[in-house]
Nanobody, 122 residues
Framework: QVQLVESGGGLVQEGGSLRLSCEVS????????ISWFRQAPGKERECVAA??????HNVYIDSGRFMISRDFEKNTVYLQMNSLKSEDTGVYYC?????????????????WGQGTQVTVSS
């Protein structure tokens, strides 16, 4: 059973940085497309960034501030977030898909973590 556990969220001031971690168990990170989604209060869940099995990656939101990466040794995917803004506040989820091509559609994902709260204060 694949499990995803997010960590690294918290309270940060505008302009600050956070690095979120998604630790994968029950599979290896290179066996999935793994993405970060976020959901702000009252808004739909949206895809922030995705990384494919071969390491190719896309950042769908404000690519100059976010970066996705992975560590094979730790079997973990990261989301580095810089120059944070109040509108980045929300719950951030890690998701894994048993597919070859990246997708930003949440229905394309098979496994989800429980989420980690990010709050950016102005």
């Amino acid at each position: 059973q694949v499990q995803l556990v997010e960590s690294g969220g918290g309270l940060v001031q505008e302009g600050g940085s956070l690095r979120l971690s998604c630790e994968v168990s029950g599979g290896i990170v290179s066996s999935f497309v793994i993405s970060w989604f976020r959901q702000a209060p009252g808004k739909e869940r949206e895809c922030v960034a995705a990384i494919a099995r071969n390491g190719l990656h896309n950042v769908y939101i404000d690519s100059g501030r976010f970066m996705i990466s992975r560590d094979f040794e730790k079997n973990t995917v990261y989301l580095q977030m810089n120059s944070l803004k109040s509108e980045d506040t929300g719950v951030y989820y890690c998701a894994a898909a048993d597919r070859w091509t990246m997708t930003y559609a949440s229905e394309g994902y098979d496994f989800w973590g429980q989420g980690t709260q990010v709050t950016v204060s102005s």
